[in-house]
């Protein structure tokens, strides 16, 4: 397999899992088992190709919480956005202080995974009953912050279900509404991800971007954008009816094969 399509396909993999309550970074970790490692750049670039097919997606919300910032219910949005995303990024920067890396054994991602979707099953029996909230709070917005923080230290465990399922717990039960605000917040923290890496490739003389494979990534990055966005707009019908428990299968299933194969 050319390098050209290994990394068309892991630009695929990158754009349906990273809003899928999958975990695109297990996925990733996978894929990369049978095709071959890339950087921490070039995974954290093409998670920022599947951000931008959301920015898309939600360019008018983005855009009257920029310009009809002084309304009072856009400025209480804003603020909480930004206070879930100093969260994370301040949990993250301490995550990376302590070393906390990729693993590169596939056993603690199926872990993840088959916990993860148990988890998912036991919250969405959890909140069967509960009505319909949209209300963001800032105990929603805290706990997002966390959740993403959660999902940064375990592989497996998904950025957007971390997200979606930590703003259910905390009282905005409407689905929709939660993976809007999940999703609004993965914005600047993926971009002050790829920021940090880049940075941090400066720091050491450039050599990393030197050798990177420019001309792969950018495939790896446009196919992960526009498969992303379709996977979103996809997702966002689909959880207006469904619960996400068919996601809580998925990763259970999955989970376990990978574990049965390691062994």
């Known amino acids: 397999m050319n390098d050209t399509l290994e990394n068309l396909i892991l630009g695929?993999?990158?754009?349906?899992?990273?809003?899928?309550?999958?975990?695109?970074?297990?996925?990733l970790l996978i894929a990369e088992h049978w095709l071959g490692s890339r950087s921490e750049l070039f995974t954290v670039t093409i998670q920022v190709g599947a951000i931008l097919g959301v920015v898309v997606i939600y360019w008018q919300r983005l855009l009257d919480l920029a310009l009809r910032f002084r309304l009072a219910a856009n400025r209480d949005?804003?603020?909480k956005l930004l206070g879930s995303f100093l969260i994370t990024a301040v949990g993250g920067f301490l995550a990376k202080q302590f070393g906390v890396q990729l693993p590169e054994s596939i056993v603690p991602v199926s872990w993840?995974?088959?916990?993860?979707?148990?988890?998912?099953?036991?919250?969405?029996?959890?909140?069967?009953?509960?009505?319909?909230?949209?209300?963001l709070?800032?105990?929603?917005?805290?706990?997002?912050g966390i959740g993403q923080i959660v999902a940064a230290v375990?592989?497996?465990?998904?950025?957007?279900a971390a997200a979606i399922f930590a703003a259910m717990l905390a009282g905005q039960t409407s689905r929709p509404a939660a993976a809007e605000f999940a999703f609004l917040v993965g914005i600047p923290t993926m971009f002050a991800a790829a920021?940090?890496?880049?940075?941090?490739?400066?720091?050491?003389?450039?050599?990393?971007?030197?050798?990177?494979?420019?001309?792969?990534?950018?495939?790896?990055f446009v196919a992960s954008a526009?498969?992303?966005f379709a996977s979103v707009k996809w997702l966002l019908v689909y959880i207006r009816s469904h619960r996400f428990t068919i996601f809580a299968w998925y990763r259970i299933a999955l989970g376990a094969a990978l574990l049965v194969f390691a062994r």
């Open 12 to 27: 695929l993999v990158e754009g349906v899992t990273e809003f899928l309550p999958v975990s695109s970074t297990g996925h």
């Open 137 to 144: 709070t800032w105990r929603v917005a805290i706990w997002v």
């Open 195 to 220: 920021g940090y890496e880049f940075l941090k490739l400066l720091a050491h003389g450039g050599a990393g971007l030197a050798r990177e494979d420019w001309g792969g990534l950018a495939v790896a």
């Open 226 to 228: 526009v498969v992303a």
């Open 77 to 79: 949005y804003a603020y």
């Open 112 to 135: 993840a995974l088959l916990v993860g979707g148990v988890l998912i099953l036991v919250i969405e029996r959890l909140l069967a009953s509960a009505a319909p909230n949209e209300a």
């Open 154 to 160: 375990f592989p497996g465990t998904s950025r957007s």
